[in-house]
């Protein structure tokens, strides 16, 4: 079981910054993919970044179209924390954020961008933009 805990959330003006970070504890590993999404009231969760290790020894990303060259996902294995550095907010940026886990053992990167495909997940954090 994994259990993963959101922080970093908050009211920030457009162009403003904002830190998320994801605690995660229980049997976590290097393997695991970890995913940051969102919700907009009326909307369905929609993919933001996600993580994961490759053999050749560097993490591989990706993005959503959205943010992309505005927001990082990053991960400290030694705190077992994946990060979403977020810059040039927007107010539609507005959204809970929520992240997730999922072992990752190869195959196709493609499926980290369907929420279906994580097992794990958080319990959000508002993240506000005012224009």
């Known amino acids: 079981q994994v259990q993963l805990v959101e922080s970093g959330g908050g009211l920030v003006q457009a162009g403003g910054s904002l830190r998320l970070s994801c605690a995660a504890s229980?049997?976590?590993?290097?393997?695991?993919?970890m995913g940051w999404f969102r919700q907009a009231p009326g909307k369905e969760r929609e993919f933001v970044a996600a993580?994961?290790?490759?053999?050749?020894?560097?993490?591989?990303?990706n993005y959503a179209d959205s943010v992309k060259g505005r927001f990082t996902i990053s991960r400290d294995n030694a705190k077992n924390t994946v990060f979403l550095q977020m810059n040039s907010l927007k107010p539609e940026d507005t959204a809970v954020y929520y992240c997730?886990?999922?072992?990752?053992?190869?195959?196709?990167?493609?499926?980290?961008?369907?929420?279906?495909?994580?097992?794990?997940w958080g319990q959000g954090t508002q993240v506000t933009v005012s224009s």
């Open positions: 993580i994961r290790w490759r053999t050749s020894g560097i993490y591989y990303t």
């Open positions: 997730a886990a999922r072992p990752f053992l190869g195959g196709s990167s493609d499926q980290l961008v369907r929420p279906g495909e994580y097992d794990y």
């Open positions: 229980g049997r976590t590993s290097s393997n695991y993919a």
